[in-house]
């Protein structure tokens, strides 16, 4: 069993900062792809950044040079540095790691998991 657990997320003006951090923990051999998205009132969940094992990343046009997505593969933690941010960046922010290979009885298996959601509320 593996768990994503998300902290760093809560209420700051605008123009303020945040980081979150999303640490996987379980029984893991490796993680591939690790990212976060995020889900406003009434909106889908949209991709904000993801990042590979090799730290290539990925945005979406609406955080880029304002976001800063990281991750530490010794400790399967992945980071997001967001800087400047504005109301309409107010969402529930959810880690997600879409290939987890795990060990099993007869060999490995891959997984997909996404971590509980943490709330990032911007305003004034």
């Known amino acids: 069993q593996v768990h994503l657990e998300e902290s760093g997320g809560g209420l700051v003006q605008p123009g303020g900062s945040l980081r979150l951090s999303c640490a996987a923990s379980?029984?893991?051999?490796?993680?591939?792809?690790m990212g976060w998205y995020r889900q406003a009132p009434g909106k889908q969940r949209e991709l904000v950044a993801d990042i590979t094992t090799g730290g290539g990343t990925n945005y979406a046009d609406s955080v880029k040079g304002r976001f800063t997505i990281s991750r530490d593969n010794a400790q399967n933690t992945v980071y997001l540095q967001m800087n400047s941010l504005k109301p309409e960046d107010t969402a529930v922010y959810y880690c997600?790691?879409?290939?987890?290979?795990?060990?099993?009885?007869?060999?490995?298996?891959?997984?997909?998991?996404w971590g509980q959601g943490t709330q990032v509320t911007v305003s004034s």
């Open positions: 997600h790691a879409p290939k987890v290979v795990a060990p099993t009885m007869s060999g490995f298996t891959t997984w997909d998991y």
């Open positions: 379980g029984s893991i051999f490796s993680i591939n792809s």
